[in-house]
């Protein structure tokens, strides 16, 4: 069975730090990647998505994630966090050609100190 | 255009009650997805459903649950006998035409069993 990991389940930060937020999923076949996010008190958003074509995918709010298929990843990223991105961020997996739905990661819990 | 719309929001059961959440997809959404959402755990993938059919219930448990998408009306997550287990965050998504595309996500559910 497929599996998502994300590398760190709390961060914090300070305004302006730059961001990087680890994701590696485990299936060996085509996937479609996504990350989401959940702002307090809110639902899922979609941020970003990759299907196919140019590996660096750029999302809203000045997000981007990198696909590197070698190492199963695809990591977020964001030059410089502000303290609304403070929220938790999920990364998922859908394998082409299967019946399920997405596979998610447990979620990175990110605070933005002011 | 509305997003996709779960009610009620928070659901409060006694063990061995009935559990019954609803789900409406955006609108002209053919797909509908259920994952649950244990304490400090991503979202674990339920049931995958088309209009009258299930698709995929690979990670629905075999007994107490069940799901259902009728012609018309919204799709209901079903949970006989309730447990305390069962406590947990219950979220519906949907997709415009097939599974590999980007699911869009309710509010959830919070269900407490007492």
């Known amino acids: 069975a497929q599996s998502v990991s994300q590398h760190n389940h709390h961060v914090i930060l300070s305004e302006a730090a730059s961001l990087e937020l680890g994701c590696n999923y485990s299936?060996?076949?085509?996937?479609?990647l996504f990350w989401y996010v959940q702002y307090p008190g809110q639902h899922l958003q979609l941020l970003l998505k990759?299907?196919?074509?140019?590996?660096l995918v750029k999302g809203i709010k000045g997000f981007e994630a990198e696909f590197i298929k070698s190492k199963f990843s695809f990591n977020l990223r964001k030059p410089s966090v502000q303290w609304s991105d403070t929220a938790e961020y999920f990364c998922?997996?859908?394998?082409?050609?299967?019946?399920?739905?997405?596979?998610f990661g447990k979620g990175t819990h990110l605070i933005i100190q002011p | 255009n509305a997003g996709v719309m779960q009610n009620p929001r928070h659901l409060v059961r006694r063990r061995g009650q009935e559990a019954r959440l609803r789900c409406s997809p955006v609108?002209?959404?053919?797909?509908v997805y259920w994952y649950r959402q244990l304490p400090e755990e991503g979202l674990k993938f339920m049931v995958y459903?088309?209009?009258?059919?299930?698709?995929?219930e690979s990670g629905m448990p075999k007994e107490r649950f069940s799901a259902e998408f009728p012609k018309e009306g919204p799709s209901i997550l079903r949970i006989q006998q309730v447990v305390r287990g069962d406590s947990a965050a219950y979220f519906c998504?949907?997709?415009?035409?097939?599974?590999?595309?980007?699911?869009?996500f309710g509010p959830g559910t919070r269900l407490l069993v007492l």
């Open positions: 459903l088309q209009k009258e059919n299930i698709i995929d």
């Open positions: 609108k002209g959404h053919s797909h």
């Open positions: 990759y299907f196919s074509g140019d590996p």
């Open positions: 998922a997996v859908i394998r082409g050609g299967g019946a399920d739905g997405l596979t």
């Open positions: 998504a949907s997709s415009p035409a097939y599974r590999e595309e980007t699911q869009y």
């Open positions: 299936y060996g076949g085509t996937v479609n």
